[in-house]
T-cell receptor
Framework: GENVEQHPSTLSVQEGDSAVIKCTYSDSASNYFPWYKQELGKRPQLIIDIRSNVGEKKDQRIAVTLNKTAKHFSLHITETQPEDSAVYFCAAKEGTGKLIFGQGTTLQVKP | GAGVSQSPRYKVAKRGQDVALRCDPISGHVSLFWYQQALGQGPEFLTY????????KSGLPSDRFFAERPEGSVSTLKIQRTQQEDSAVYLC?????????????FGDGTRLSIL
């Protein structure tokens, strides 16, 4: 089955700096890769996703890149703000549609 | 429109008791998923429904876990004879369609604590 590895587990940046979170997956058949933001005690919230037929997608300060050959994808957040502080999860869709999640990255943006 | 709704938000039960967790998906969403999230971990897949059919239950940890979606809308996750290791947040997600690459939208979850 699919396996997703996520790095780093924690990331601390200064406000205004960029943050990058990286994930690798094992199943070359996976074709959909969402990113979720989860604040403490709240639901995972979809922030961006990418399908396997594109290499990059951008939405304001957030971008995701996908390298199918290397089986890795990354989340890029530019001009970070304190409200970006949260746990971020990458995921890969497997088979019937279930998501296999990475272990999560705790992002801290220092004012 | 309304998002995915789960109830109760918090549930405390004694070891050995049975519990039932409810999920109301977004109206019209065909696919419904249950995940278990342990503290500090990513969600882990439990089971998947397409309408009323349970197509994948490979993630259910034991036969004490049972899920149903009899009318293809509301779903219930039942845990029998609860044990301490069942303590976790149980998340429900729904998506518009199966197949393809439809986004999954999550509810706030039920935080289950087994004493």
């Amino acid at each position: 089955g699919e396996n997703v590895e996520q790095h780093p587990s924690t990331l601390s940046v200064q406000e205004g700096d960029s943050a990058v979170i990286k994930c690798t997956y094992s199943d070359s058949a996976s074709n959909y890769f969402p990113w979720y933001k989860q604040e403490l005690g709240k639901r995972p919230q979809l922030i961006i996703d990418i399908r396997s037929n594109v290499g990059e997608k951008k939405d304001q300060r957030i971008a995701v890149t996908l390298n199918k050959t290397a089986k890795h994808f990354s989340l890029h957040i530019t001009e970070t703000q304190p409200e970006d502080s949260a746990v971020y999860f990458c995921a890969a869709k497997e088979g019937t549609g279930k998501l296999i999640f990475g272990q999560g990255t705790t992002l801290q943006v220092k004012p | 429109g309304a998002g995915v709704s789960q109830s109760p938000r918090y549930k405390v039960a004694k070891r050995g008791q049975d519990v039932a967790l409810r999920c109301d998906p977004i109206s019209g969403h065909v696919s419904l998923f249950w995940y278990q999230q342990a503290l500090g971990q990513g969600p882990e897949f439990l089971t998947y429904f397409q309408n009323e059919a349970q197509l994948d239950k490979s993630g259910l940890p034991s036969d004490r876990f049972f899920a149903e979606r009899p009318e293809g809308s509301v779903s219930t996750l039942k845990i029998q004879r609860t044990q301490q290791e069942d303590s976790a947040v149980y998340l429900c997600a729904s998506s518009l369609a199966t197949g393809g690459r439809q986004p999954q939208h999550f509810g706030d979850g039920t935080r289950l604590s087994i004493l």
